[in-house]
């Protein structure tokens, strides 16, 4: 008898949301998630990073699927504004048309803008809130809703550690966070009945081509281990949470960053 064929798990299918960019915190998770031979979904949305300093090359998505695949995973993807109505209800619609049922959500996508009080008005708050939070939030209900894998399920939310101490000039970016936050702790226990984990991941300040030189210095002289986060650094924690060792873990929001020092 084969003993490892015997103990074989079922074939994996995670959702990554928010993966344009390839030195981005959800292109490393895909790929971290790929390498233990979990099937990927992912989206983007290159609109949004196209009017940030650090841009995107239209090739990128696709660039990334086409790697994704060659590690041996099945992948798809789709671009698609995640803070329009129903939004979440054509991703997971077209996860399991494309691959199958999903066991794992990453929410990985966010929108962010710097603002500070006098800048702050309702048409940001609204941006920040609709992506940040409504979007989240509804694709992980509908993905409980839908769930009927019995076990293994889990629900990984990117967050920013906003508890840990103020982020002055985003005031919209933090209350937000905060909010995710606070669902992933009620949100735990309301689906762990249903075999599914709910965990949040605060990944520090990580290089991911977004910070000036300045900015970086300043970031590094706040970081006892002498280096500043890399998108692989989010992306091994992610991993885990999603994998079957995590299985005891739920209702956390954990602050993976280094010791930085706020």
Request: negative net charge.
């Amino acid at each position: 008898m084969n003993i490892r064929a015997e103990k074989a798990l079922p074939k994996k299918i995670a959702i990554v949301t928010g993966a344009s960019r390839l030195r981005g915190i959800g292109a490393a998770i895909c790929r971290k998630l790929a390498s233990q031979g979990v099937d990927l979904f992912f989206t983007y949305w290159t609109a949004y990073d196209k009017t940030m300093n650090w841009g995107v090359e239209d090739h990128e998505p696709h660039q990334l699927r086409e790697e994704l695949s060659r590690s041996g995973v099945r992948c798809a993807s789709m671009e698609i504004d995640l803070s329009q109505p129903d939004s979440w209800l054509r991703v997971l619609d077209e996860a399991n048309a494309q691959l199958g049922a999903p066991c794992i959500l990453v929410n990985n996508a966010c929108h962010s803008t710097t603002d500070g009080y006098q800048a702050l008005d309702a048409a940001s708050l609204d941006a920040h809130y609709a992506l940040n939070v409504r979007a989240p939030i509804m694709l992980s209900v509908e993905f409980a809703r839908r769930f009927s894998q019995g076990a293994h399920g889990r629900i990984i939310h990117m967050t920013s550690g906003q508890s840990k101490g103020p982020m002055p000039g985003e005031i919209a970016y933090t209350a937000t966070k905060g909010a995710l936050d606070a669902f992933t702790v009620t949100f735990a226990a309301e689906v762990a009945p249903l075999g599914i984990t709910v965990n949040a991941v605060n990944p520090g300040p990580t290089d991911t081509g977004w910070m000036s030189a300045e900015l970086a210095q300043h970031i590094l002289a706040r970081s006892p281990l002498g280096r500043i986060g890399q998108p692989e650094d989010a992306a091994r924690l992610v991993a885990f949470l999603a994998s079957e060792e995590a299985g005891w873990i739920t209702g956390q929001v954990i602050h993976s960053e280094g010791g930085f020092l706020r």
